[in-house]
């Protein structure tokens, strides 16, 4: 039998906060959508049909949470997963979702 080692409270802290990140559907809309790519802050907003201020809100919240990561180009900031942990989360949880 495997021995127990408790996670740090710090740790707990970190993943309860990722999880947090991705009960929101606006964000969840997001991050599926950077699965085929980086997009700007517009083209999110335009596929998403939503307003960029809430774009641009959601996405501070995730590059807090390192979710997702950004460039800068001239005046515009391009948006992508900042690895593949974050599809992977998302797309086990679509899974998981699809299979129930």
Partial sequence: M???????????????????????????????LLFSGEQSVTEIAEKLQMNQST???????LKQLSLVKHR???TRYYYSLDDYHVMNL?????EHTKHI
């Fill in 72 to 74: 800068r180009l001239k």
């Fill in 55 to 61: 774009i641009s809100h959601q996405l501070k919240y």
């Fill in 2 to 32: 495997p021995i127990y080692h408790p996670l740090e409270e710090q740790l707990i802290h970190e993943v309860t906060q990722t999880f947090k990140a991705l009960s929101d559907p606006t964000r969840i809309k997001i991050l599926h």
């Fill in 90 to 94: 998302v797309e086990q949880a679509i």
